[in-house]
């Protein structure tokens, strides 16, 4: 199937800004996600339905436009067809000591803060995060080091929240605007050269209903200068691939096909899973982001079926497949990638994280690192959260009382933290 590529403006609804790149200076007067935050007020509560929204409608059978399982059109899981290696020997290890430390002392303690980073590819103490403290609650950026909050974009509401991607120079992000599902958003981008706000895209609706489109619930991918999410546009499935030139400010549209949640940039390619009609498996199209014309996707990926959740550390690609269960791995995002885990019940939520060979994501039960070896430990019981740094994983751990006064208690663990792991005998 061709894919046909045009710059456009974006339409929407009549608060989003009609040209592209069209900025406005904020006065002000941000990767699985349960609830790390321990707080409780209606905060965490929309941000644990971030996680646990999709397994909740694959078990009551509820259609949406899209999922992570890379079913367009349906919430229900199929079979893979993707070809990989013969998969390692897979066991459970407990945590190694440096790990349980690191999480213990904490690398920052974010006093009066509940924060829940972006991913990041940026080096230094400095994440944009959705934040909320006595004063502000909204997107900023936050010296995890000197607890210095750099106040971004201020939420509307108090059922606002946040996720998406920095990378040292612009944030951009999905604002979602209800508790009640995550169709109604609004996308928008932060320079930090101008200290300004565009909103660039968002959901869209019926005409006849006035009813919200269903989107895929997935932050925007960043990376080389791009951004890239997808909008939905009608209740089939159907939706719009949109691509941001960061520098430039040009917007490309592509509506050719029912578009999954996973979105990946690679390189000089953008990369995401795509369905011809609704409930078919996904497969994965990629686009030059120097050229604009299609190009060959990553070979781990070439031959995946429904996969969703892809991640990169700029080499290696991760992913999860259809099952929601199985957790994939290629060390060469151009060569076939191997199973590094499934889990026996639960399943993943998106974002995945790589870095080096670990693999790290949430389930309902906490956070896992997945080592290439073949060993799984659970970094986080429970509630915790993971995002990606250009220095390896943040991982967030809820704190033991929900006092305001209590910190957000986040640990920096490095690429080769995990490196040890390995399946005994």
């Known amino acids: 199937m061709k894919t046909r590529f045009m710059v456009r403006r974006l339409p929407g609804p009549d608060r989003f800004l009609r040209t592209p790149r069209s900025r406005h200076p904020r006065s002000l007067g941000s990767s699985a996600i349960v609830d790390t935050l321990g707080n409780p007020t209606r905060f965490i509560l929309g941000l644990a339905l971030l996680a646990f929204i999709a397994p909740a409608l694959v078990a009551c059978g509820a259609k949406t436009a899209t999922d992570p399982g890379g079913v367009a059109g349906t919430r229900t899981p199929q079979p893979t067809t993707t070809t990989t290696v013969p998969a390692v020997r897979h066991c459970t290890v407990p945590p190694p000591a440096q790990i349980t430390q690191a999480l213990t002392s904490g690398w920052a303690r974010v006093r009066n803060l509940q924060i829940l980073p972006f991913t990041s590819t940026a080096t230094g103490d400095r994440v944009v995060a959705t934040v909320r403290s006595a004063s502000f609650y909204g997107v900023a950026l936050v010296n995890l080091r000197t607890n210095a909050v750099q106040p971004i974009d201020r939420f509307r509401a108090s059922t606002y929240q946040a996720l998406g991607a920095y990378d040292g120079q612009v944030a951009v992000w999905k604002e979602f605007h209800s508790q009640n599902g995550l169709d109604d958003f609004s996308v928008k981008e932060w320079s930090a050269s101008t200290n300004s706000v565009a909103t660039v895209g968002g959901s869209h609706k019926d005409p006849a209903t006035g009813k919200t489109f269903p989107s895929p619930w997935t932050e925007p991918a960043l990376g080389s200068g791009h951004a890239a999410w997808v909008e939905g546009t009608d209740f089939t499935g159907r939706g719009r691939l949109v691509l941001l030139d960061t ?164 640990a920096l663990l490095g690429p080769d933290a995990f490196v040890k792991l390995r399946c005994s005998g």
């Open 247 to 410: 520098k430039s400010g040009l917007t490309t549209v592509d509506s050719s096909g029912h578009p999954g949640g996973a979105l990946l940039i690679y390189g000089s390619e953008l990369v995401w899973a795509q369905s011809t009609k609704p409930g078919a498996l996904t497969t994965v199209f990629a686009k030059s982001l120097i050229t604009g014309r299609p190009a060959t996707p990553p070979a781990a990926l070439s031959a995946q079926r429904g996969g969703s959740s892809f991640a990169t550390d700029g080499r290696g690609i991760a992913w999860v497949g259809p099952d929601q269960n199985s957790l994939y791995y290629s060390g060469d995002g151009q060569k076939a990638g191997q199973l590094v885990t499934r889990l026996a019940v639960g399943g993943f939520n998106p974002p995945t994280v790589l870095r080096g060979s670990t693999v790290m994501t949430a389930d309902s039960d906490g956070v896992l690192a997945a080592e290439t070896s073949g060993a799984t430990t659970t970094v986080v019981q429970g509630g915790g959260s993971v995002t990606g740094t250009a220095d390896g994983f943040l991982v967030g751990a809820a704190p033991q009382t929900k006092s305001q006064s209590v910190a957000s208690r986040l």
